[in-house]
């Protein structure tokens, strides 16, 4: 459109003289006399307009080239000739028959003949072509008006269109027509979401003046508010409207199902239903994501019972690729197997539903060999929607050793530039722990979408970068929109974070614990109607409970709306990480009952996994068997090798240590035993048993050589016992081995910042002053009754030695910290990446009550309340 400099719409072109146009008139009046007398001339016309007619485009296409040898062609050839071509997209044929319509003399003389070249041009893929005839008519009808502003329409020049459109107006004896409206209404709904409202009104505005009640216009209108996201006028224009036809309940059930109102979306197919309006492919293609998104199985299956009824529609490739879609949405893959392979004719888009529906449900092999028979068996060359789908699938996938090679595949197809397939590489990267290269190809992005951000936000939370994804959550609310396309998309030129946004940044809050931003984040989601997701709720919950602040999480989980299996885990495990196992047995009770009701709060093994740590934290060892020999019985849950680790923790932790053991032996011979044996390595350590540790890292350190924190534990298991030599020489296997312990850290949130804490580190700025406020403490501990535990100093020093790196331990410095910048009776909130020493434990009881504060720690098992010298633990952790 840019490389033409004249005016696009001549409205002071020359006008054409009276005499002119009665000598036009008189000879297109005599050669349609003529034709209607010579019998042969009509036969020919009336031939090509009944193949064109019939869809028969390459018969029309040699009777027209009979037709030239015999007689030649007049303008009542050309039009239908012309359709011809340009149902088959044959711009090399329309240009030939253009040079005959030159040839003998139409191509001033009848403005229906160069109507019919305006839309051939415009829907063959000329542009320029289409607007040269379109300026050379010397009269412009109706349909001129229509085939042009279609022709701009067809190549998304949009603001042209609308532009045509207003010197349509202006043209005298010519009225806009429904056609007219249908085109200049898809035009403002590919505009900016404010601007393209503003004139789409005034087009319905212009509608209702002319008193056009049209089918086809108030269908467009309809669709017209749909995409500009004001649905609800969209189903209020519906209403309003008798005449509808199929088209326009598609249009609303379509509408309803991509704004995510998926139940308003079902209700209107019932009432379509009911009313005795027949389903066609679009109405099934629209409504089953209503039943994926709500996991309403039965609800699809009935739909697919429907489409089988139906050849039409069971053979039609956007309902296969729906179906597909919805049984893989709803976990049933295999079926959603057997519909692909029952279709015939697979186009891409259902090559595509397949292997997503693969990788989505993490059949990642199959998913690849999909894709491998998409490129070898057939040829079909993959799209950005294809790899959008493999290359999560090639992040997991455990066979695939050369992972990276998928982005090299992606660059030779040349998509590395498609937005989605580059959300896609992001993802990929930081779930292979490449995070920097995430970061480089989000940089590099010219338009940023909100896809874009929460994938980079995911990314910093899933490699453990909780504090850059906070940081990117800053980035992202500043961020101004400069791309059209994603303007009209979301009708404003700032981001506005969705769900997604929340549910990936909770996790990031609760990680650090950092309460004040999780609260500013808790206020956004309820300010924009974003708190009754039950994706969000159920990450608000878990934000709240790691935060310290079990009784909020539980009031939210209170006030949602609907819960999730995910919903209740989360509160079950909250209650076990407090040590308030009986209010976690309570609910899970609750859950079971409420899963009678509702399958989607059925317990699953992650229920299960929840209750026992309960029961583990609470000393609850009757209880956590009880449940652990009934839960295949009275619930159908399995038992897994991560469920005799719980119990063989639950039997440990109470001291139990030889039980736990001999139920190690019982497990199934098939199971990953490593949990288990972690688990009682951990209770070796507390309960000093010395042997069984030996066996349970001996067995450990074979599978998993390179974890430091077996070599630790047994470390400290020597230490305790006072072997120092055996301690030392498992520090020296480790060091050979090149493993290295991961440091104590402890963080606090102070104001907009997270302030950490290592072992006996310095580079704190206020480091100095901590250290020497600790030791003054200390002092006044000591008097209260506080002894240091030195045995909790794993290193063969002196007392006074031991006694001096007690107090550089990270949780004390972070206490200290707290107290330092807070006022008087403020709650400290301190977390920790490792499990709290039973020093620093008997140091903040005392602490609790010298200074007079609540102090909440929470170490990597789970929460210690100090409060006036006691702990929430009761010394049982």
């Given amino acids: 459109m840019s490389s033409y400099t004249h005016p696009l719409y001549p409205l002071a072109a020359l006008p054409v003289s009276p005499q002119k146009q009665v000598v036009e008139r008189q000879t297109e009046s005599r050669t349609q006399s003529q034709s209607q007398t010579n019998n042969p001339q009509s036969s020919w016309i009336e031939s090509l307009r009944s193949q064109v007619r019939n869809n028969l485009f390459r018969d029309a296409v040699s009777t027209y080239t009979s037709m030239t040898m015999a007689i030649p062609p007049d303008n009542f050839a050309f039009p239908p000739i012309l359709k011809a071509a340009t149902s088959l997209r044959d711009l090399s044929l329309g240009r030939q028959i253009h040079a005959h319509v030159f040839k003998f003399g139409y191509a001033s003389s009848s403005v229906t003949v160069a109507n019919t070249l305006v839309n051939m041009y415009g829907k063959c893929g000329d542009i320029g072509d289409a607007h040269k ?9 109706q349909v001129s008006w229509n085939s042009m502003i279609a022709a701009l329409c067809h190549f998304g020049e949009w603001a042209l269109a609308l532009e045509a459109f207003r010197a349509m107006l202006a043209e005298e004896n010519v009225d806009p027509s429904s056609f007219t409206l249908v085109s200049v209404s898809l035009a403002c709904s590919n505009l900016e979401r404010f601007y393209g409202l503003w004139l789409g009104k005034q087009v319905h505005g212009y509608s209702l ?7 086809f216009t108030i269908n467009a209108l309809m669709a017209m508010y749909a995409k500009l996201g004001r649905v609800d006028d969209s189903v209020a224009l519906f209403e309003l409207f008798e005449n509808r036809d199929l088209v326009s309940w598609n249009t609303v059930i379509s509408s309803l199902s991509q704004n995510d109102m998926f139940v308003e979306a079902l209700a209107l197919l019932r009432r379509m239903v009911r009313e005795g309006v027949g389903l066609d492919g679009v109405t099934i293609a629209s ?11 039965d609800l699809g299956k009935e739909i697919h019972a429907y489409a089988v009824r ?20 709803c976990r049933r893959v295999k079926t959603g197997r057997r519909v692909f392979d029952s279709i015939l004719e697979r186009k891409t888009a259902l090559w ?8 989505q449900n993490e059949f990642d092999e199959e998913a690849l060999n999909l894709f491998l028979e998409m490129l070898a068996v057939l040829g079909l060359s993959p799209n950005a929607t294809t790899m959008a789908s493999i290359v999560p699938a090639c992040a997991r996938c455990k066979a695939l050793c050369d992972k990276e090679s998928i982005h090299g595949y992606v660059v030779k197809m040349g998509l590395e530039g498609d937005r989605y397939v580059q959300n896609a590489l992001m993802d990929f990267y930081s779930r292979i722990g490449k995070i920097e290269i995430s970061r480089s190809i989000f940089k590099t992005m010219e338009e940023k979408d909100i896809v874009s951000w929460n994938t980079m936000i995911t990314g910093y939370v899933i490699c453990g970068f909780h504090n850059e994804a906070l940081c990117m959550l800053h980035e992202m609310t500043k961020e101004k929109i400069s791309d059209a396309e994603l303007k009209s998309e979301t009708g404003r030129n700032m981001l506005k974070l969705n769900s997604v946004t929340l549910m990936t940044i909770l996790p990031g809050c609760a990680a650090l614990s ?11 989601a309820i300010r924009h109607l974003l708190a009754s997701d039950v994706a969000v709720g159920s990450a608000l919950v878990d934000m709240y409970a790691k935060c310290g602040c079990s009784d909020i999480a539980r009031a939210v989980f209170e006030e949602m709306p609907m819960r999730n299996v995910i919903t209740w885990n989360v509160l079950i495990m909250a209650y076990g990480m407090h040590g308030r196992g009986r209010e976690a047995l309570e609910l899970f009770e609750n859950m079971v009952k409420e899963g009678m009701r509702n399958k989607e709060a059925r317990p699953t093994e992650v229920t299960f996994i ?6 583990s934290h609470s000393k609850m060892v009757t209880e956590g068997l009880d449940l652990f020999h009934r839960m295949k019985k009275d619930y159908g849950v399995e038992p897994l090798a991560d469920h005799y680790a719980c119990i063989v923790d639950l039997l440990g932790r109470a001291g139990k240590v030889e039980e736990a053991y001999q139920l190690i032996n019982t497990m199934p011979l098939d199971f990953d035993k490593t949990g288990a044996w972690s688990s009682l390595l951990g209770t070796c350590r507390v309960h000093h048993s010395v042997e069984i540790g030996e066996i349970a890292a001996e067995n450990l350190l074979q599978v998993e050589p390179n974890v430091a924190s077996h070599y630790v534990l047994l470390s400290n298991i020597y230490s305790s016992a006072g072997l120092w030599d055996e301690a030392m020489d498992v520090r020296r296997r480790m060091k050979e081995m090149g493993v290295r312990k991961e440091p104590g850290c402890s963080w606090i949130e102070f104001g907009d910042e997270v302030h950490k804490f290592l072992a006996g580190d310095g580079s704190h700025p206020q480091s100095e002053k901590l250290h020497e406020f600790l030791e003054n403490l200390a002092m006044r501990m000591k008097k209260a009754g506080y002894v240091p535990d030195t045995s909790c100093v794993l290193h063969d020093v002196d007392e006074e030695a031991k006694e001096t790196l007690l107090c550089g331990h990270s949780e004390k410095l972070a206490i200290a910290f707290g107290i330092l910048n807070t006022p008087p009776g403020t709650t400290i909130r301190v977390a920790k990446n490792l499990r709290v020493c039973n020093d620093c434990h008997a140091a903040a009881k005392v602490i609790s009550k010298i200074m007079d504060r609540e102090i909440i720690l929470r170490d990597v098992r789970r929460f210690h309340h100090f409060k006036s010298g006691t702990c929430s633990c009761g010394d049982y952790w």
Avoid at 310 to 329: H, K, P, Q, T, W
Avoid at 352 to 359: K, Q
Avoid at 610 to 615: E, G, K, Q, R, W
């Fill in 352 to 359: 595509n539903a397949m292997i997503a529906g693969y990788a």
């Fill in 514 to 524: 950092v309460l004040a931003k999780g609260r500013e984040i808790h206020a956004y």
């Fill in 287 to 297: 409504v089953l994501p209503a039943c994926s998104h709500l996991e309403m199985l």
């Fill in 209 to 215: 003046r002319k008193d056009d009640r049209k089918t």
């Fill in 133 to 141: 005839v379109f300026d050379r008519i010397p009269q412009r009808d």
């Fill in 610 to 615: 929840a209750v026992f740590a309960a029961c």
């Fill in 310 to 329: 139906n050849d039409d529609l069971i053979e039609n490739s956007f309902v296969g690729s729906a179906l597909v879609d919805m049984y893989c949405n």
